[in-house]
């Protein structure tokens, strides 16, 4: 066994009294700042647990002073050493050391530097950036973030579903996709599965049979477009969480909507304190107060019809968007979202009936013939941040629209889910990395996901 | 919003006394079974939200008998009624039913039946069959167990890591992957990323570079094997859990093996008694004495040299295997791992020490330069269910190995790793679809998989 050491975050959630009861400690992790006066020497250590450091404090009447005043930034260590509370400081304690141990040294070409480096460089180092403060706090955040996630659906009696990433479907029967293949010789494409195979734009489909058996479900995995957008909300893999309702409609839907979103921020500024207090600092100050913001507001719910009709009033005050041709049935811009929710609510909407040429297939007619029972959910800072809907649940009209694509045929399934014991269903989709974004203030997809995938970028 | 029902794990959860209080509650699920007697009707309604049933009564004298009397096997449902105790019978209340409605009729060709159907016919269903009591039991316990697999890590401090699925590595160095394509007509495999991309094997690799930034790390996702192996235990897309702890050693890896699957062992017990009691009487007699068996043991340790002198002690008595030629330096096969943790142990065994010729080119060398710090978790009934290593921190040493084998180029960064602060450290790999089934009983991978792919097998 590997000497047992106390973690960072232990340190900090025991009392002072009782640490300095403590013969001794031992602590390990990685260098990030060392320095010395000539009598003492000073190491901020970070062991990964928490997103603080612990102050390590050597001198120069100890037999490793000139040895450890040599250890580089980035090295890993290891001190043995006793607590003592620094009621002056402006951290409540440091480790006065008593041995000092170099597990591993850092050559010197390393990339990274004790100064601030710019993201774009940091993309370069991806499998390092981890390393510090910024993708230190992100990577946490995302990894509470996700259990959040799995919290809130487990707790509500969720079943979680892995459903397939290869597929011979594509969800939304629009987008490019991957092609997967075995790189044989003769049928290099339908060798492996006797059929061409690619890789899931969204599990929505296929989990919608498992809420026909379990009520509530929910998928949470990774999605992949092949689109080569290069805009810092695009990526090519990415994670998505897709729940699915039965016997509930588009009310039931947006209610558990609010609760979830609600449910995920409240999680992280609850066990990310230290984490959201840097986001807050330096890199986007107000998010905090933003995400409390949302907490604290009713979502308003607003018809897509009305929200066309605040747009127009917008554009004929004077307000400037790139695009100011506002008509019903056009596909709102970013701008114009964050307008109604921004401008004019002030906090978070469901946007709701949407004309049913701008959405989904599988999205249920409303009565007026025009649109479909189809939301999204706006923030303040962001524009939509969830889409869902009500799914079609009858049969004929279903078909009918299917056949109309083209895009019956392989999804027959689906299709008789709406004969078999089907009911009204209703489910939504987040983003899970753009949600990370939200949260943290972080404005580009790449530095939310620990190894990126983008258009030409594939390094690791 | 829909009508508000309460779920059948409610009404169970809720004691008898406060349900005869209420007036009257709605239920809403799917008929599993429909008889009458021509004076009474009894429905077993499934609702999804446990695996328990709850039985509907309704009666001659009520206006709906003859139309309720109809109501097809499958078929989605509404009742109101009030609960009554009935303390003869089985089951401790039944709802007698004051309103019915039919939310969701089942049309004549619906494949399932009352009856039992064979697992081979249900995997063609694969849509249908998480209706079946079965598949209801395995695919909570599934969802239930990826929960216990976030628990158990996240208490622990682990950081969850979503490694890319995508990828220019092929960690083992080995293995068949599927090649990603965009089907471009210039360059359909570098088109997108301008190179050459893969199906991810193993997040391993990648998830390294992320302990030496957080200590404890772990990803669990998705991960594909191309190859055709048309057995009860290989799919090509699977589950993984990998963790990776920095300054741990082998020791500390089998602590944390040992304490991760009891864990997990635990929890299934506790969270899913009906589902585990379903599967002990009709899947597997005794898994749960199994379970517990596990759970009672402490797992022993023993180095591969030891297996070798136990395995050729048994051929010497005249135990047949079906591959009897046993020396040092082979891969054992099932039935040898069996045998030391059947037969000779009783019980869950750590293999440790393996010859390095039969290892990942990543695993630490040990003094004796002819074996690894790897380790192998057998278990009764299954043989090896985890494996694990203690990885190669010496540059040099690792540098060497990666040379002869050719792969350096790409994973530099992954040799980096030992050039920058490197440390101590372990992991372990377990594959979750072959925990779900050693768990559940259940002995084909493809009936523990919402939609299993398999060669040849990619109907949805």
Chains 1, 2 share one sequence.
């Not at 960072?8 to 300095?20: Q, R």
Request: proline share 4%; glycine share 8%; aromatic share 12%.
């Amino acid at each position: 066994m590997q000497k047992k050491a106390i973690s960072v975050k232990e340190l900090y959630a025991t009392p002072i009294e009782e640490l300095e009861k403590l013969e001794s400690v031992t602590v390990q992790g990685w260098i990030r700042t060392n320095r010395n006066s000539g009598n003492v020497g000073f190491i901020h250590l970070h062991d990964g647990t928490c997103f603080k450091n612990i102050q390590v404090v050597y001198t120069a009447d100890s037999p490793f002073f000139e040895e450890v005043s040599k250890y580089p930034f980035g090295a890993a260590v290891r001190f043995d050493g006793k607590v003592v509370a620094t009621p002056t400081l402006q951290q409540p304690f440091e480790i006065q050391s008593t041995s000092a141990e170099l597990l591993g040294g850092v050559d010197s070409d390393y990339p990274l530097q004790k100064k601030k480096t710019s993201f774009e460089f940091l993309r370069e180092e991806a499998y390092l950036r981890p390393r510090t403060n910024t993708f230190d706090a992100v990577f946490r955040v995302r990894s509470v973030l996700a259990m959040a996630v799995h919290q809130f659906f487990q707790d509500r009696g969720f079943v979680y579903v892995h459903t397939p990433e290869i597929t011979g479907n594509d969800a939304e029967g629009a987008g490019s996709v991957f092609t997967i293949t075995t790189d044989s010789k003769d049928n290099p494409y339908t060798d492996f599965y006797g059929r061409r195979a690619s890789l899931t734009v969204s599990g929505q489909l296929h989990v919608e049979a498992f809420a026909m058996a379990f009520k509530d479900v929910y998928t949470f995995g990774p999605t992949f477009r092949a689109e080569k957008s290069n805009t810092t909300r695009h990526a090519s893999e990415f994670w998505m969480i897709e729940p699915e309702l039965a016997f509930a409609d588009l009310d039931d839907d947006m209610e558990c909507i609010e609760a979830c979103i609600k449910y995920c921020i409240e999680y992280i500024l609850t066990h990310c304190p230290d984490e959201m207090d840097f986001f807050n600092k330096w890199i986007d100050k107000g998010v905090i107060e933003k995400l409390k913001k949302v907490l604290a507001s009713d979502f308003r719910k607003m018809e897509y019809t009305e929200g066309i009709e605040i747009l127009k009033k917008a554009v004929a005050g004077g307000h400037k968007f790139q695009n100011n041709n506002i008509y019903w049935g056009m596909d709102l811009q970013s701008e114009h979202e964050r307008y109604i929710t921004e401008e004019f609510v002030g906090g978070p909407v469901f946007l709701y009936n949407y004309p049913k040429e701008i959405k989904a297939f599988y999205m249920r007619e409303n009565d007026d013939g025009k649109t479909v029972a189809a939301v999204d959910l706006l923030v303040p800072g962001e524009g939509e941040i969830v889409g869902g809907s009500q799914r079609e649940e009858r049969y004929d009209i279903l078909k009918t629209k299917m056949d109309a694509l083209g895009n019956t045929e392989g999804l027959e399934w689906y299709l008789n889910l709406r004969k078999y014991g089907g009911c009204i269903h209703s489910g939504f989709g987040i983003g899970f990395d753009r949600l990370l974004m939200y949260i943290t203030g972080i404005n580009n997809i790449r530095d939310t996901e620990p190894y990126p995938r983008t258009a030409n970028a594939l390094k690791y």
